[in-house]
């Protein structure tokens, strides 16, 4: 029996659950009752698995990063979610997901996005599947992120600007919990991280678990052993993270690192650095740890990196946190930008400036030589070139590129 699972009641320790309005109540109860069943069906695994195949590219490579090692004395892994189709982990979520919508009888799809990844990835599966998409997104977002809103337009989706609140993620969310509530018979929300009510963070967090079924025999492969000593990844709403932990969960020979996004410092009035700074509350249909003042209004995030812009993270990661199961580090934007140009440099790779923060969490840790590190690249990094140029000097108190 696992300690860190989702229960029957749909929640991780104190976290989870599944508050949403009244109309939304048989919409949500109907997906509870009908996802294990649809997921754990064999002709539906059997979709779900050609497509990550011969659509997303599956597996992902593993791959052994030398120079890293050296620099860091372990042995490092790299995870390669950044050579996913559409560039990231999220499409193995919304194939996941629309394959369930469409067993559900469901026609049409919404989505929030945020930097616009989980939008594109939405957008895809919707023209893969000739499916009516709809996405919200906050109006500073829209603006923030042109060139993936033009992808999503490509694609055949709708995209409604968000204008209310901060006009970010956060409200993309509530509108499109909004939406959901005036259509709930025939819209399936597909949503994008382990967040949202019972039963999405365990849903999500299923689709993603195969990031970790892959690392398992990827390791025995390449070292003899289907365990490392340490496993890092970055963490917004929590998806990556769920999907490279989800098979080492209770295996405690495991360390797991996390790393949120500390803005300017997780102690300043400039941060997503939610697990370090939240406190209990409810947001978007579950318990979780929200940036709050003493209101419990919501807070506004603040990161360099839109994908970890969220002041809420999933309930399954507030519980590992608060049981101590996950070590969660603070990285900031100055260390983001270094890292990202750290593997950039040593390896060929521009990884997406969140990956980028699990990138810097090496350099906070101490490794012995022996040390099995396997670290996931969520995205690739071709979005955020212009970031990584303009910041370039703000990470020059790491050394020089
Ligand atoms: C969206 C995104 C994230 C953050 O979301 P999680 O649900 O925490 O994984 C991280 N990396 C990339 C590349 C993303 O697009």
Redesign the pocket.
């Known amino acids: 029996m696992s300690n860190y699972q989702v229960n029957e009641k749909g929640f991780y320790g104190e976290f989870g659950g599944a508050y949403v309005p009244e109309i939304l109540y048989k919409c949500v109860h109907d997906l509870q009752e009908a996802y294990l069943p649809i997921i754990e069906d064999e002709t539906f695994k059997a979709a779900y698995h050609a497509l990550l195949r011969d659509y997303v590219g599956r597996p992902s490579p593993l791959y052994f990063a030398q120079r890293m090692s050296e620099r860091y004395g372990c042995q490092l892994y790299l995870k390669r979610e950044d050579l996913n189709h559409t560039g ?3 499409i193995n979520n919304t194939i996941g997901q629309i394959l369930l919508a469409k067993r559900m009888g469901k026609t049409r799809i919404i989505a929030e996005t945020g ?1 616009g ?2 939008g594109v990835a939405t957008a895809t599966v919707c023209a893969l599947m000739n499916m009516k998409c709809e996405v919200f997104m906050g109006a500073t977002d829209v603006e923030r992120q042109h060139t993936n809103v033009e992808r999503m337009k490509m694609l055949g989706a709708e995209v409604h600007p968000v204008r209310t609140g901060n006009m970010t993620l956060s409200d993309a969310c509530s509108e499109a919990i909004r939406d959901w509530c005036c259509h709930p018979s025939d819209t399936f929300y597909i949503v ?3 967040m949202g009510p019972h039963p999405y963070p365990d849903l999500v967090a299923r689709m993603q678990s195969v990031i970790s079924e892959e690392i398992k025999w990827q390791l025995e492969q390449k070292t003899g052993r289907d365990y490392p000593d340490y496993l890092i990844a ?8 769920a999907g490279t932990i989800y098979h080492y969960m209770d295996d405690e020979r495991v360390k797991i690192v996390l790393a949120e996004a500390g803005g300017h410092g997780w102690d300043t009035d400039h941060t997503a650095a939610t697990i370090h700074r939240g406190t209990t509350g409810i947001l978007h249909g579950a318990k979780m740890l929200v940036m709050q003042d003493d209101d419990g209004q919501i807070q506004e995030a603040f990161t360099i990196s839109a ?2 812009d969220y002041p809420g993270v999933g309930p399954m990661h507030c519980n590992m946190a608060k049981q101590g199961r996950t070590q969660v580090l603070s990285i900031n934007d100055d260390e983001a930008i270094y890292g990202g140009y750290e593997l950039t440099r040593m390896e060929g790779i521009i990884p ?1 400036i ?2 980028a923060h699990a990138i810097a969490a090496l350099k906070k840790l101490s490794f012995k030589p022996s040390d099995v590190v396997v670290l996931t690249v ?2 690739r990094g071709d979005k955020d070139v212009e970031t990584y140029l303009k910041n370039k000097e703000m990470a020059k108190e790491y050394g020089k590129f």
């Open positions: 990231a982990h999220k930097a990844q989980h994008g991280s382990t970055c963490i917004g709403g929590g998806s990556n993270a994908g970890l997406a969140e990956s969520s995205g």
